[in-house]
């Protein structure tokens, strides 16, 4: 058995970091196919590679869509893959605080459900919570949880003390977080900072 050249290890090292490379933009075409189609719109992405997408979720086989994943991946090669890469950690960031969030407000939600004594931990929070409109929601879940009737005031319930995590706003205060969280991630994927008044 020969050994290897100097050049020979280099072209091996160079035609492995391609491969791995191609794999990386293949798995970053991956997470394209994975975003909703508002999500998709917003990022500056060539129509080439969107319409590549597109045509990915169309298909049904697994061969087809194999095919064509090979295809988003050739094609994110032309393209710098770093704004891409900085708009899904934004969005993935952004979707794992909502994650975290739900799932605190269900919490309270679980043991304010379980004892009243909660609603004097969130009046000592949150001095301008409606403690009487809790306590009525309360009252009301466990009754609809005893005549297994539809789950009318859990959701409300739950509505009540999201709003009050936000700080007491009302649906459009989200909406301008939304907004806010939206110029941010503009700016990531057009690679400039946002603007001051957002």
Not at 4 to 33: F, I, N, P, W, Y
Request: aromatic share 2%; glycine share 6%.
């Amino acid at each position: 058995m020969r050994r290897l050249t100097e050049q020979e290890r280099a072209e091996r090292v160079s035609k492995t970091q391609r491969k791995r490379e191609m794999h990386d933009l293949q798995g970053l075409g991956e997470k394209l196919t994975q975003l909703s189609n508002e999500t998709l719109g917003r990022l500056v992405v060539p129509e080439s590679l969107r319409e590549a997408v597109a045509e990915f979720r169309r298909m049904t086989t697994r061969e087809a869509r194999r095919r064509q994943m090979q295809f988003i991946g050739r094609l994110m090669r032309g393209l710098d893959p770093e704004p891409i890469r900085e708009a899904l950690a934004v969005i993935e960031g952004r979707s794992a605080r909502e994650t975290a969030r739900q799932r605190r407000i269900e919490r309270l939600r679980a043991e304010l459900l379980e004892s009243e004594a909660a609603l004097a931990h969130i009046a000592a929070d949150c001095p301008d919570a409606d403690v009487h409109r809790l306590r009525q929601l309360r009252r009301t879940a466990l009754q609809e949880q005893q005549q297994r009737k539809p789950p009318r005031a859990f959701r409300e319930l739950f509505r009540a003390l999201r709003q009050l995590e936000a700080g007491g706003r009302a649906g459009p205060g989200e909406n301008e977080l939304a907004a806010a969280a939206d110029a941010g991630l503009a700016a990531v994927i057009e690679h400039r900072e946002p603007d001051s008044h957002v």
